[in-house]
């Protein structure tokens, strides 16, 4: 079937949407592929929709091939569905809660790993049915604190989810690299740049978890690679290599200087050269001093008397040349929640001293101490004195203090060594655009399956949890994909295969047009016709530029020698064919 | 590909699940189509979602042949887009509301009117761009009072609709139409039996209306059809066809009797004839008594000061043989609601005597009245006499009492004249499938659509609405197709085309069913392989009908003569065929 210019409901905008900031946002809104419903919250219109259904088809393809059977659970679920696993409140704000005309509660699914645990449950009981693997592709809602960058982070989304169940973990590590090629052969189709890493377990609890990153500027998610593997990881998942300890026999005493307007590591290390201090006879840098953040983290849940657990001061310590890097500090401390200690907590504890602190003070005063995983014993820092414009040089850990543990909060730098102990690392940004993740027996547990294995021994199963952002893909191959002029769709997504343009008043050149259409279309091509007779070839040429559909094939002023145009928007290149042999051509020309 | 059952993500169930009143609930149930999450809200497993996909793809197919243009606008919706139409409130407890982290009000959405209305006003603005016809298929959110059998009536369901956006009423007659005859195509092709009837607007407002109703004796909606005409209606769109007035002068005076214990209308007709009491000579049937049924209606909205409108007293006069409808009179006062009066309500209007109401006292205390079609000037009824055991005899309307105006309120009898003065009507049961509306310009004005006209004038385009329940026609094939042994699934939308079953313990015969099985999916026919080694070929054959698929082929002991089983699930047909030529056989009677 042909759709024509003049029928399809689209209207193309020349001037970026208000608030767009990233241009696979307002593209797909310039392009009319979506509209804006509310914040995080979109329509699409008819050219959008194509693009997400052949999205959806090409993630269906491979989790069918894998064995993965659809099925299809409600958006609107009853409370009690989730109050097992807990996560009626840990959801937080980010769970949309309603009440029914009967003040029933409901929510809208996020995720739905209660839901695909509970039907397992109740239709399954014999080691003979398993290993199974459910999907659906399907609404998601999240209560996003801040929806942005259109579809590539919004409130109402599409998602794949799918769930293994095995009885022993050998068959998740299977179904978990099925879905893993799975997963590189949807995002090779779609020809995404991506890199797969090492992802920490964020809130889900489990084991091994891998994300899958489009490689984007504009994405929210920094991640690391090495230059000389195939080492990639989220930055929350880098493990710092450790360094060997040091002897601290022989290591000279710790000495107190006043060391006046040197509150930041700049002016410390300053101070320290002009003063001609040395550690381990070399010259002071950055990374040989300490810094100290306070925190205040809390542990989730309730006492045994029912009181939620208090926040608790904690010292951070990290090497003077870097920053605490929230994100990692958060994924290290998880389930616990943390907060920078604020003023009040400064005036609170006497022996905070603003700018001084070092670990003695803190030990000294019961303070729970976490240290970057470079402090091994034996090591030697420069670091505050726990008095206003005094520090401490040489304070050996091991000896001067000893922390309550180690943690990963240090920022990654570009160039620290790889954790495979292959090369360096880079830093690149990305968006998450799938998830697998070994989640182990969290849930089973919680409702409580149990299969009668092979010897009639009641077993619980474990789960495997994988998740593609499908809507969230036409964001990324629009944002990869794109150049000045507008969208260009790979031919796997393309809402349509050809887009066919009169660009001649000519009578003849308009049916010989139609024609074409008419053949490519009988030969299984999806054709967008622009045949607006009162629009100029500019404005045309401009809006398939804008469109992006992956061939234009343009009849115009060459037809008069029995010539059409065909502009291949992926490659840029312009070729002239012959009319007579054009639908044989294209078809070439797409194939290729 | 074919899909093993040992495979499949199914558990049959050989009891009906509780509370399971009608056969397609308890089948789908049973059968493992879909599975119950809450009230009215349902989880489709793999084979109900492979029925609900055909079933789209039906629709989709005769949408995009009308040249409709599909699209999807979010379930979640703003408050702000349900405040124009005045929706927001007018939807009462039915609507789904909730609020989002920031206090904002939100909604899912029941049905689109609103959102494609907005949409069509913001990307068109030229008559040049119309006419426009836009679908979707989508999930819908409605909280029913009381959500009934399965997915019959859920409280989220899946719906396919569309509005037509026209220029003028001609052509929203055309676009009408054009829906009429895809909706006829789409029912026809699901082999479903239905009627369409004339049906009220409800509460939509507007103009023409037709509804689809499938036949089912299950069904919650009443229709009559003309035993002579292809005349069809909802019971509340039937027009009482209005007898000839009858000349008043020369009729007898109005006479009062004493009527001791002659409350009902059969102790009245009882009492008349026993006294050998006539009207016009005749003797005296219960039409030709009339009953007074006191209401309390309410008007919308509120009066200018904004208070608002306190419910009314109402006189609802019809003959005796007859029940006041309560459909019928909700439908004919709408927007106005309606209750019946209270005791109460008795008590405090001391000129209401129980059991004797009549339209004298009525009119004498200022209560409005408002009487059967049948009650035209000269008609002479038995009534009440507004006293405790006194009727009146010979009441002539237009002389003794004058209605204030006229309703369809009384019951549709089997037996009545149609109204298109064709034979008579019988009545029966159905289910809404479909609704096709001149819905007109209530939201286009209420959204202050201006289009520019060929003149260069500002024009509000007219409005069709239209829709399909998705879900919903799953239940309904399976109501109206299953048999005592389990479900029976048209060709057209069953999850698979042949269902292959191992009936033999023989390996040869095992490997020949699965050759075949490999050659029908070859062909492109979508298997269901029973290849469970340890299960009996009874519990085989019980689970093949009661899933239902259309043709069921069984390799069992005739196969050592090289022959197969094939059985029909439509016609109950049994036919042994050749092994050797089963592809071609099995594809031909597919085709059958």
Known sequence: MITRMSHLFLRTLRDDPAGAEVPSHKLLIRAGYIRRAAPGIYSWLPLGLRVLRRVEDIVRREMNAIGAQELAFPALLPREAYENSGRWNEFGDGLFRLKDRKGADYLLGPTHEEMFTSVVKSEFTSYKDFPVTLYQIQNKYRDEERPRAGILRGREFVMKDSYSFNMDDAGLEESYQNHRAAY????DTLGIEYAICFATSGAMGGSASEEFLAIAENGEDTFVRSTSSGYAANVEAVVTPVPDARPIEGQPEATEYDTPDSETIETLVNWARQEDIRLDGRVVEAADTLKCIITKVTQPGCD????AYQPELTGILVPGNREVDMKRLEASLDPATVELASEEDFENNEFLVKGYVGPRALAANGVRI???PRVVDGSSWITGADAKNRHVVGLVAGRDFTPDGFIEAAEILEGDPAPDGQGSLTLSRGIEIGHIFQLGRKYTEAYDVQILDENGKRTVPT???YGIGVSRLIAVIAEQ???DKGLRWPTAVAPFDVHVVIANKDAAAAEAA??????LSTAGVEVLFDERPKVSPGVKFK????????LVVIVGRGFADGKVEVRNRLTGE????DYETAVQTIQEMRGA
Chains 1, 2 share one sequence.
């Open 514 to 519: 139609e024609n074409l259409s008419e053949k």
């Open 184 to 187: 590189q052969r949807i995002f």
């Open 304 to 307: 045994d008397e029912g009181n």
């Open 370 to 372: 976490l240290a970057d």
């Open 463 to 465: 789960m495997g949890s």
């Open 481 to 483: 994909m794109h150049d």
């Open 543 to 550: 809006d398939a530029e804008l469109l992006g559909m992956p």
């Open 574 to 577: 312009t070729t002239e064919i």
